[in-house]
């Protein structure tokens, strides 16, 4: 994020908006703190969303989503 | 003479109208409101206007004292222009927590993408607004509220009505942006030479 350079981000890149929608209510559920940004046009030109994170708690949001979704990327900012 | 006018057990934005129609004839005001938002909404119009604002607080009332720093009283549409054409002069005005309308759960992701894109452009917009549903989205739960501290300490006016925050039973859980009435966010609107409705 722009305030802070500092942080290490990764975020999951999801085959369409609806998986991005379903996978932002579960991991709210489990109180991760997530958040929704456009791809970076660095990795894709295409009009799309996906799911920022700190690296902190990658481990807890791969294993949740790769339990619940395929095909999902991760990339690190 | 000192003009003084009641806006005691007047909705806002009841006092800042009254207050605004006075300073086109006075040059010295009393006003007496029973809230603090009322207190806060008129502070704000008499120092944009370049009035001296003072008040004090007897019980549940304020007494506010404004007086014009020309004592002829002076055009209020001139020195409004001024202070506006300093920034960039968009605006965002969020009317809902959705993007767009067609499925819900689909704007809510968008708005929330929309709103971090809004901290990469070039220029910032002078002021974001929020109302109604909007309102939502400067709560502190919202998962939006760190691109809105971004933009508010790049110096984006954040304007949330009052009236909504109420309405959705929010209004504990906003920390930024100012508190506003329906004549602070027309006029904004009304000045603004963009207007952005995600």
């Known amino acids: 994020m ?39 046009k660095i990795i ?9 994170f700190n690296f902190d708690i990658s481990d807890r949001i791969k294993l949740i989503l790769d339990q619940n979704f395929e095909g999902i990327e991760y990339r690190q900012l | 003479m000192k003009h003084t006018i009641d806006a005691r057990g007047l909705a806002c934005p009841q006092p800042v109208i009254l207050t605004r129609t006075g300073m086109k004839d006075h040059s010295e005001i009393e006003i007496i409101v029973d809230n603090e938002t009322a207190l806060e909404n008129v502070k704000r119009l008499t120092e944009s206007s370049g009035w001296d604002f003072e008040y004090s607080s007897s019980g549940d009332n304020f007494r506010i004292n404004i007086r014009s720093k020309d004592i002829v009283s002076e055009n209020l549409a001139g020195s409004k222009q001024t202070a506006n ?13 959705k993007m767009g309308s067609g499925d819900d759960d689909l704007g809510s992701i968008l708005i929330k993408a929309c709103i971090n894109t809004i901290t990469s452009l070039d220029t910032i917009p002078s002021k974001i607004i929020f109302y109604n549903s909007g309102v939502k989205l400067a709560a502190e739960e919202s998962g939006v509220n760190d691109d809105l501290e971004f933009l508010h300490s790049k110096g984006t006016d954040i304007l949330i009505c009052g009236t ?30 963009n207007i952005i409705k995600p």
Do not use: Q, W
């Not at chain 1, 085959?15 to 791809?39: F, R």
């Open chain 1, 2 to 40: 722009n305030c802070n350079t500092d942080t290490l981000y990764f975020v999951a890149l999801f085959p369409s908006v609806s998986h991005v929608m379903k996978a932002e209510k579960l991991l709210i559920a489990e109180n991760l703190p997530i958040k929704i940004i456009p791809v970076p």
């Open chain 1, 44 to 52: 894709s030109s295409d009009c799309g969303v996906c799911i920022r």
């Open chain 2, 85 to 97: 054409s300093e920034k960039n002069d968009t605006i965002v005005v969020f009317s809902s927590d």
């Open chain 2, 164 to 193: 909504c925050l109420n309405f959705y039973n929010i209004s504990d859980k906003v920390k930024i942006g100012t508190i506003s009435n329906m004549f602070d966010i027309l006029t904004a609107m009304n000045n603004a030479a």
